[in-house]
């Protein structure tokens, strides 16, 4: 069984880096090598340029990626965890019923709902707008019952509801502010510039001739493989990118996250 989820992840893994763009650059880079080739086309470009014009932005914007995807995974969880802390207050508060408490862990989950198909989904803003109205309308409820609680459970109560409002707020800032998008259009464009400038150097400093007679099909795989990695690397950055849409390998696992019903405490 294990074996087979772990194959299942590989494929995944693999599958994640190949799109259409890497076709196109593989594509683009074996023509522009012939046509340099064939024209002795011989322009000396020092590789370095690719540090500072590639690989430094593209990485850069791979960890800017990660480093949102873990600031997800943080609110995430302590969204999670503010649900449970109103259930419990709730729960603990004298007088307070069962259908009571049952009313109100039920409009908790509705609004974890309502959010998390907003994470996954959604990309209208007045959908969030909804669950800010959702929200309100739990506050009120919460605050109905204001007579059975005394000054400590009431501030408690108010005090983790914000709590959790904001962890939703940061949460909906995390989705719609991604990584700079003009960077990684830059990183983009430079990655199709990029065979342009590498093949030169390729051919110009005869770097395979150690393979004797094997010298011309081990430049053109050098070539391909350099565009391969750089497109492939962008590919990595733009699955990670949202941490939400459940589509990539790395995204939140917000099944095993979300509040259900077994979280009631009278279950």
């Known amino acids: 069984m294990n074996n087979t989820i772990l194959t299942t992840l590989m494929k995944k893994a693999i599958i994640s880096t190949l799109n259409y763009r890497v076709l196109i650059i593989l594509i683009e880079t074996f023509i522009i090598f012939l046509v340099y080739k064939n024209y002795q086309v011989n322009v000396d470009v020092d590789f ?62 509705t609004i974890q709902e309502s959010f998390l198909a907003y994470l996954i989904d959604g990309n209208d803003p007045a959908v969030f707008k909804k669950i800010r109205l959702q929200r309100k309308g739990l506050f009120k409820e919460i605050i109905s019952y204001k007579e059975l609680f005394n000054e400590r459970e009431k501030d408690s109560i108010i005090s983790v509801k914000n709590e959790m409002f904001l ?11 991604n990584t700079p998008i003009s960077l990684r259009r830059y990183c983009l464009i430079f990655i199709y510039i990029s ?73």
Not at 90 to 102: E, H, R, S, T
């Open 48 to 109: 370095f340029i690719f540090s500072i014009a590639i690989v430094f932005p593209l990485v850069f914007s791979i960890t800017s990626a990660y480093q949102r995807r873990q600031d997800s995974i943080i609110e995430f969880s302590k969204f999670r965890n503010k649900i449970i802390d109103i259930s419990n207050l709730m729960y603990a508060v004298n007088g307070f019923k069962k259908n009571d408490y049952n009313r109100i862990f039920s409009h908790l989950l």
């Open 167 to 177: 962890s939703m707020e940061k949460l909906n800032g995390l989705k719609l502010h």
């Open 195 to 267: 065979p342009l400038l590498f093949n030169t150097k390729l051919i110009s400093e005869h770097q395979f001739q150690i393979f004797i007679g094997f010298d011309l099909p081990v430049s053109v795989l050098f070539s391909m493989l350099i565009s391969f990695i750089l497109m492939a690397l962008y590919n990595i950055q733009d699955y990670i990118e949202n941490p939400f849409d459940q589509k990539g390998l790395d995204d939140l696992k917000i099944d095993a996250l979300k509040i259900n019903e077994t979280e009631n405490l009278y279950q």
